[in-house]
């Protein structure tokens, strides 16, 4: 078992910047992935980044490129999404998601491909 917590959400203002976190504990191994996604009311979750166990390979949606930056603190045990110039439509729930595997390029961007669920941390960005 796996488990993840994420922290550091809030109100921040349009164009600002804010930096998450996710904490894992348990059986945490050296192939585990972690992924950032976001769900917005009446919205489908959606995937922002993913970030392999060690830390130098990455995957973003497209819509995260230039703005948001995932990486990993193995002496903490955790992983980051910074988020700069923030814009009120990212304002949503984030819940990182851990999965033993191997990041390629595409893969590991769909929820149910993931084993462990955070219980999310709200952003909010106002105009």
């Known amino acids: 078992q796996v488990q993840l917590v994420e922290s550091g959400g809030g109100l921040v203002q349009a164009e600002g910047s804010l930096r998450i976190s996710c904490a894992a504990s348990?059986?945490?191994?050296?192939?585990?992935?972690v992924g950032w996604f976001r769900q917005a009311p009446g919205k489908v979750r959606e995937f922002i980044a993913a970030i392999n166990w060690d830390g130098d390979y990455t995957n973003y949606a497209d819509s995260a490129k230039g703005r948001f930056s995932i990486s990993r603190d193995h002496t903490k045990n955790t992983v980051y999404l910074q988020m700069n110039n923030l814009k009120p439509e990212d304002t949503a729930v984030y819940y990182c998601?851990?999965?033993?595997?191997?990041?390629?390029?595409?893969?590991?961007?769909?929820?149910?491909?993931?084993?462990?669920w955070g219980q999310g941390t709200q952003v909010t960005v106002s105009p």
């Open positions: 348990g059986r945490t191994r050296s192939t585990y992935i």
């Open positions: 998601a851990s999965v033993q595997g191997i990041l390629r390029p595409g893969n590991y961007r769909r929820p149910h491909e993931y084993s462990y």
